[in-house]
């Protein structure tokens, strides 16, 4: 059984950074696409970026580019989102999930679940 724990979100002052980490476990991810989501308060759950976990390409929501950078460690099953000159709008719970074959930028796509991990951005 896939297992994934999100950790790293915090409060932080806009223009700060964060880096979180989804920690993967219960199978092999050499086929598979690691993502990550957001949701703020009343809103929808929308895609932020994913990657490849075989290759490492990566791919962002267009809001997201130059700002937020994916990457991963394999030795360590783990996947990271660097945050960078946050904005309060980025304030939200952030969600790694996973599945094969492909990426996809819709919530539904994906088949396991992280717990999430608050995000809260200060003006």
């Known amino acids: 059984q896939v297992q994934l724990v999100e950790s790293g979100g915090g409060l932080v002052q806009a223009g700060g950074s964060l880096r979180l980490s989804c920690a993967a476990s219960g199978r092999t991810f050499s086929r598979d696409y690691m993502a990550w989501f957001r949701q703020a308060p009343g809103k929808e759950r929308e895609f932020v970026a994913a990657?490849?976990?075989?290759?490492?390409?990566?791919y962002y929501a267009d809001s997201m580019k130059g700002r937020f950078t994916c990457s991963r460690d394999n030795a360590k099953n783990t996947v990271y989102l660097q945050m960078n000159s946050l904005k309060p709008e980025d304030t939200a719970v952030y969600y790694c999930?996973?599945?094969?074959?492909?990426?996809?930028?819709?919530?539904?796509?994906?088949?396991?679940w992280g717990q999430g991990t608050q995000v809260t951005v200060s003006s």
């Open positions: 999930a996973v599945r094969r074959w492909y990426y996809s930028v819709s919530d539904d796509d994906y088949d396991s």
């Open positions: 990657i490849n976990w075989s290759s490492g390409n990566t």
